[in-house]
């Protein structure tokens, strides 16, 4: 194994990615299972999970994949995840909290239930999932290689951006705060937390505004690097934060976003 292989394997290590049926969930999960990570997909959508599964085994890569149903959006639901994870297995080397919802609506008619919604699976979920898979996390973690969580925040945590999406934007800056209150406390557990705070990809969520190549160029066109973000970028950071290179960082919120969480509209003295 070449030092560039060492620096950034996953090899044999066991991953679970919530949402991950589409979208970025699905990048990560893709990423890990071509660099040889055994990776558990599930989502709300238990018939999606097997068939992406099915299409990953099917690469020929030194990963393999397994999906079955995941609903994080009650107790209850989480429980049973759980329970399915340690049917699977005793020990969790990667956790991905992907699942996420979103709502848009104008502000004189934006919905309360939308707020309960959307905040209980974006940030309650994401709090209690990782706190029930604790015990498997801890068996994973090492000095040498600690065990990793990675929960998905967004630009609109970053930045005071609504979109008409209040009660998701407020959901993310509560992910990127968590992120950096569990790094705290896991970091004596040998187990790093960050977040992938990403910008404008091709995902279910995004259909409406990147559900073709020209709405995709068009979107691309505000972002400073000139493009939406692609399945290597989320492949990249994944395999950083998951492998040895990434093994002393904790607490980041890693912006994969083109560029937009530096970007505004202000000038100072130029026109």
């Not at 759980?82 to 020990?91: F, I, L, M």
């Not at 990147?210 to 395999?239: K, N, Y």
Request: aromatic share 6%.
């Amino acid at each position: 194994m070449s030092y560039l292989d060492e620096l950034f394997s996953v090899a044999g290590k066991t991953a679970l990615v919530t949402g991950a049926a589409t979208g970025i969930g699905r990048m990560a999960a893709t990423a890990l299972v071509k660099a040889g990570a055994s990776v558990m997909i599930a989502s709300r959508k238990g018939e999606d999970c097997i068939k992406v599964a099915a299409e990953l085994n099917g690469l020929g890569v030194p990963g393999r994949a397994e999906g079955f149903t995941g609903d994080v959006s009650s107790e209850a639901g989480i429980a049973a995840l759980v329970a399915e994870v340690k049917a699977r297995t005793n020990h969790l080397n990667v956790l991905v909290n992907n699942a996420g919802v979103s709502w848009g609506a104008p502000l004189e008619s934006f919905p309360y239930s939308a707020w309960a919604k959307v905040l209980g699976v974006n940030v309650t979920a994401v709090f209690h999932l990782t706190r029930e898979l604790l015990p498997l996390l801890d068996a994973a973690a090492s000095d040498a290689d600690p065990a990793r969580v990675i929960n998905l925040g967004s630009v609109m945590g970053t930045q005071p951006l609504a979109d008409d999406a209040y009660s998701y934007t407020a959901s993310k800056a509560a992910v990127h705060h968590l992120t950096r209150t569990l790094a705290l406390e896991f970091a004596a557990r040998r187990i790093t937390v960050n977040a992938f705070a990403p910008g404008p990809f091709q995902s279910r969520m995004t259909a409406f505004a990147t559900g073709t190549q020209e709405q995709a160029r068009h979107v691309g066109s505000h972002v400073p690097i000139g493009r939406i973000g692609a399945p290597d970028d989320i492949a990249g950071a994944t395999l950083y934060l998951c492998s040895r290179a990434g093994s002393y960082v904790t607490g980041a919120i890693l912006p994969i976003d083109g560029g937009q969480s530096v970007q505004h509209g202000l000038t100072l003295f130029k026109e």
